[in-house]
């Protein structure tokens, strides 16, 4: 994937037929099944879910929450300039609720850079648009962990927040309301 991903940021035709398609409504590209982001749409699933590419979209001057991931992930843009921030956990880990978060790196990739994310508590980072200008960021993620949920966390308050794709978050709150009846 570091070799390929760079490959196809650069490939302007492939890039600009997937935005067109998204921009007509292509059904092929709506947003992503069990995605936990609005602005994610997944481009590719492996049959076998080794892999799986998604396209984010970042509005001009925002970025994600700080999370981490389930898996090991590659990104990077085909236009402008996307913005990573890396931090480092300085807690203890006694409480999973709680979290002491240091930044550790900022960068800024350009078209065909890419960066490379790790699982769990060594990839927390944010991503988005560092300019005055909206973003396309592309990425390539390995197999999820057994975890079910990214975390993403608030470094102002310490706390932990734990985010589910949308049918196990509706299931939940299926069971949480059958026992409130």
Partial sequence: MRQALPLLLLDRPVVAGVLERIASGDAAFAPARGGLFENEILLY???????????????????????????????????????????????????????????????????????????????????????GEMNVMISAYGTPVRRLYIRSFDPATGRVFRHFPAKIRQRRLAKEAERTW
Avoid: M
């Fill in 45 to 131: 699933l492996d049959p076998r879910r080794v892999f799986s590419i998604r396209l984010y979209f970042h509005e001009a001057g925002s970025y994600t929450p700080i999370h981490d991931h389930n898996s090991w992930g590659i990104s990077g843009t085909p236009h402008g300039a996307l913005g990573v921030i890396r931090y480092r956990r300085e807690d203890d880990r006694a409480d999973e609720d709680r979290v002491q978060l240091k930044k550790t790196r900022e960068a800024v990739l350009r078209p065909g850079e890419v960066d490379v994310v790790h699982p769990l508590d060594e990839g927390i980072h944010q991503t988005g648009s560092p300019t």
